[in-house]
């Protein structure tokens, strides 16, 4: 698939409980040259695809570097299991290095940017990371800040399945994505866009307890307050929507989180906190339809330099 100038960087990390781990960054250079960066990083399921997102910052005098983490995308080696973790903070020495690439390259103003999954690790990480003095501002594109199930399964059946993953860190069930949310994105379906499906499959893999475990003591960290002392945008769609068939209204809202926790959680990620909705908005914000995505965009655009100029 076309990449459209950008340039891929493999980054070797140190062993884990799997063995061999890379990571890796994927950029694109502003010209004329520039000491303003932003770094993605991707979700569950997900890799760094959406590469009018770096054009788009480029353009803007921005230097774009976008992380596929370990496991996932092209960072993925045979020998491990797809999309796995036991703890957030495992992501957290690929963070590191992308950060030390960017400042390495001559960056001194970074914006961190994180969609879903890499929206809790990114909050995560500006509150614990190693690096976190280096980010001057977070902005969050539907983060994951809560299960989108009912109570009882949240409060219970995944505190449980977490428990169990201790014993046996490799236990899995069923997994279940959303019914449409891939249709509402990929060209073979109802969608604009290409991706390697691979990496982005429309069926699951298996849901590893690990993971949730991993993802829920992230989330309960974020519930009780990160304290984060840099600006924050979490923008979100203005609704969700949960067909279990084929659904337009799977093309203009977010079919795979609850809005509402998003709005509820993100205002306690720190005191200087900006909640944005986005009406038609999908889950990846920048996949929308042109004009909502142009919106999301030029929106980030003006977070960063309205907080540069603060």
């Avoid at 969608?191 to 991993?214: C, I, M, N, V």
């Amino acid at each position: 698939m076309e990449n459209y100038g950008h340039e891929t960087r493999v980054v070797k990390l140190p062993d884990d409980y799997e063995g061999p781990v890379t990571a890796t960054v994927v950029s694109l250079r502003a010209e004329p040259p520039s000491a303003s960066a932003v770094l993605y990083v991707h979700g569950y399921l997900d890799y760094y695809f959406q590469y009018h997102m770096g054009r788009h910052f480029a353009g803007h005098g921005r230097n774009f570097y976008a992380l596929d983490l370990r496991k996932y995308g092209r960072s993925w080696m045979p020998h491990q299991h797809f999309n796995y973790c036991r703890r957030m903070e495992e992501y957290f020495p690929e963070m590191d290095a992308a950060i030390d690439v960017i400042l390495a390259d001559g960056n001194t103003d970074i914006t961190l940017i994180g969609h879903s999954t890499g929206g809790l690790l990114s909050a995560l990480y500006c509150a614990e990371g190693a690096r976190r003095g280096f980010i001057n501002r977070l902005i969050l594109n539907s983060p994951f800040l809560e299960f989108n199930t009912g109570w009882f399964v949240r409060r219970a059946v995944i505190p449980v399945a977490g428990a169990l993953s201790l014993l046996f860190p490799y236990a899995k069930v069923r997994n279940v994505l959303s019914p449409n949310y891939f249709k509402s994105v990929h060209a073979s379906r109802y969608g604009e866009w290409e991706f390697d499906t691979r990496w982005k499959p429309e069926q699951a893999p298996p849901l590893y307890l690990a993971w949730l475990r991993a993802v829920r003591l992230a989330q309960r960290s974020v519930h009780r307050g990160l304290g984060l002392p840099i600006p924050v945008l979490v923008m979100f769609s203005d609704r969700s929507t949960y067909h279990k068939r084929w659904h337009e209204e799977a093309l203009v809202s977010d079919t795979i989180l609850n809005v509402g926790h998003i709005a509820r959680y993100g205002a306690k990620l720190g005191d200087n906190v900006t909640l944005e909705e986005i009406p038609g908005g999908l889950h990846d914000l920048v996949l929308s339809q042109p004009d909502v995505r142009e919106k999301v965009l030029t929106a980030m655009e003006y977070f960063i330099g309205k907080t540069q100029k603060a």
